[in-house]
């Protein structure tokens, strides 16, 4: 019978440690102390914060394109302005406050003519009054909520609807749009402060040139007619303006842009007769076939 060692007894480790001293030499975690920390490597920026990168890359890409029409009309607004008489600093005024292209200039035809105030409400509801109902489509719940947000509602405008209403919902983000939106606005203020120092610079007044915005609204409307083969909306708006320069030419713009809202509205009512009649009709052929 073997009689054990009371040493090995009262401390077993002690047998072992022999054991594990051989095990082999000590590598660096063994010599590293209870304080010594192994260097780090460096932290990955989120993905958060990369995701925001590439969407202001991509906003501002998206704005190159749209630049190359709205820098030439930002140009057209501050020459305009210019040659009208009015102070220069309305044209960052109109294009912060307001940045609707065609409303802009628009109003600084009617400022320069002293246009009653009742009118120039009425010209700037019927022109931008399409923007109600960009909001049903355009992607504004990709767009953060608080100031963000607001201001992609503020700045929808037609050249913004347009680059992101049909963008693949996977590749649009709230910094891409706002971005695209902040670039398409400087690209307009700048262009007005451009062309108000062009102005300033010219010797004489261009001639004609007053008739711009005449001519923009010429191929807008040329445009929509050729697009969508609006006969009918053409004739009655000539039938407007028509009856408005002849019952009252002093408030010729007022009463035409009432009265073609009007025949507009009587279009739709007896158009939507119409359809009802004809579903009417096919409901009862249907019927009588069965």
């Not at 501050?78 to 109003?107: M, N, R, T």
């Not at 019927?126 to 608080?146: E, M, Q």
């Not at 963000?148 to 347009?162: G, Q």
């Not at 807008?220 to 407007?240: F, H, K, N, Q, W």
Request: contains cysteine; aromatic residues 6%; proline residues 7%.
């Amino acid at each position: 019978m073997t009689i054990p060692c009371p040493a090995e007894e009262a401390n077993p480790g002690i047998a072992e440690e022999p054991a594990a001293r051989s095990a082999g030499p000590a590598g660096p975690a063994d010599l590293a102390g209870p304080d010594t920390e192994l260097a780090a490597e460096p932290a990955a920026p989120p993905a958060t914060q990369l995701d925001r990168r590439a969407g202001i890359r991509a906003g501002i890409t998206d704005s190159l394109g749209v630049g190359l029409g709205i820098f030439p009309l930002g140009l057209a607004l501050g020459i305009l302005i210019a040659q009208a008489g009015l102070p220069w600093w309305l044209a960052p005024a109109l294009s912060i406050g307001i940045f609707a292209g065609s409303v802009e200039l628009l109003l600084v035809s009617l400022l320069a003519a002293a246009t009653p105030l009742v009118t120039i409400a009425v010209a700037v509801f019927a022109v931008n009054f399409r923007h109600v109902f960009y909001a049903l489509s355009f992607p504004i719940t990709k767009v953060r909520k608080g100031l963000p947000r607001a201001y992609a509602t503020y700045a929808m405008i037609d050249e913004a609807y347009a680059t992101y209403v049909l963008m693949p919902e996977e590749k649009i983000s709230s910094a891409r749009i706002v971005t695209g939106q902040l670039m398409m606005q400087a690209y307009w203020v700048v262009g007005g402060l451009i062309g108000i120092a062009i102005a300033n610079a010219l010797p004489a007044p261009i001639e004609g040139f007053e008739f711009a915005l005449t001519s923009l609204f010429i191929v807008m409307t040329l445009d929509a007619v050729r697009s969508r083969r609006e006969i009918p909306a053409v004739l009655l708006a000539g039938l407007s303006v028509g009856v408005a320069m002849l019952a009252a030419p002093g408030q010729s713009m007022l009463v035409a842009l009432i009265l073609y809202t009007v025949l507009l509205a009587v279009r739709y009512a007896l158009g939507a007769r119409r359809r009802d009649a004809d579903a009417a009709g096919r409901t009862g052929a249907e019927g009588s076939d069965a």
